[in-house]
């Protein structure tokens, strides 16, 4: 099957810092999403972005899908931003399933 | 906003009793998805639904099924729950963004111990 794997798996920031997370898929995919699960435990959606580049406030994200690869980009991360960050693909199939990564843990600190 | 709810956060099973987690979304969605979450493996998918009755196994269904009835609810069912299967079980569903996009709704997720 198809393999996600994240990197870096655990990221310590200071708060106000910058931060790349990286998502590489071993096949062509149909969708990719980037999720962020808070420390209660809830998924969110940040991006559904299989392929180019979107932004939300300090929050973006790039998929080069020729080349297998997604990056999210957090600027002037804060304490909120803490938590696990999963990628996500969806193979090319009828039936929308996906597959995900281990994910990164970042930790922000004040 | 859509909900996708799960009936229980917390739950406590015995081996080999039978387990159901139930989860419900109000939206009218056609695909539904259990997954398992365990730390260092990220989230694996179990089973999966894309429509009533039909149902696909995922990457790791042993010792589950599930059973889809009506399109609002998708059941995951342990039919002898073991202490390997302890873990964090999330319950999504697919949501329109808008523009094409496509995207999952999660619920808030059961954490079963089986002791």
């Known amino acids: 099957g198809i393999q996600v794997e994240q990197s870096p798996p655990d990221l310590i920031l200071q708060e106000g810092a910058n931060s790349t997370l990286r998502c590489n898929f071993s096949?062509?995919?149909?969708?990719l999403q980037w999720f962020h699960q808070n420390p209660w435990g809830q998924l969110i959606n940040l991006f559904y972005i299989p392929s180019g580049t979107k932004q939300n406030g300090r929050l973006s994200a790039t998929t080069v899908a020729t080349e297998r690869y997604s990056l999210l980009y957090i600027s002037s991360s804060q304490t909120t931003d803490s938590g696990v960050y999963f990628c996500?693909?969806?193979?090319?199939?009828?039936?929308?399933?996906?597959?995900f990564g281990a994910g990164t843990r970042l930790t922000v600190k004040p | 906003d859509v909900k996708v709810t799960q009936s229980s956060r917390y739950l406590v099973k015995r081996t080999g009793e039978k387990v159901f987690l139930e989860c419900v979304q109000d939206m009218d969605h056609e695909n539904m998805f259990w997954y398992r979450q365990d730390p260092g493996l990220g989230l694996r998918l179990i089973y999966f639904?894309?429509?009533?009755?039909?149902?696909e196994k995922g990457d790791i269904p042993e010792g589950y099924s599930v059973s889809r009835e009506k399109k609002e609810r998708f059941s995951l069912i342990l039919e002898s729950a073991s202490t390997n299967q302890t873990s964090m079980y999330l319950c999504?569903?697919?949501?329109?963004?808008?523009?094409?996009?496509?995207?999952?709704?999660f619920g808030s997720g059961t954490r079963l111990t089986v002791v």
């Open positions: 096949d062509s995919v149909n969708n």
């Open positions: 999504a569903s697919i949501t329109p963004l808008g523009g094409g996009d496509r995207g999952y709704t």
């Open positions: 996500a693909v969806e193979r090319i199939t009828n039936n929308n399933d996906m597959r």
């Open positions: 639904s894309y429509d009533v009755k039909m149902k």
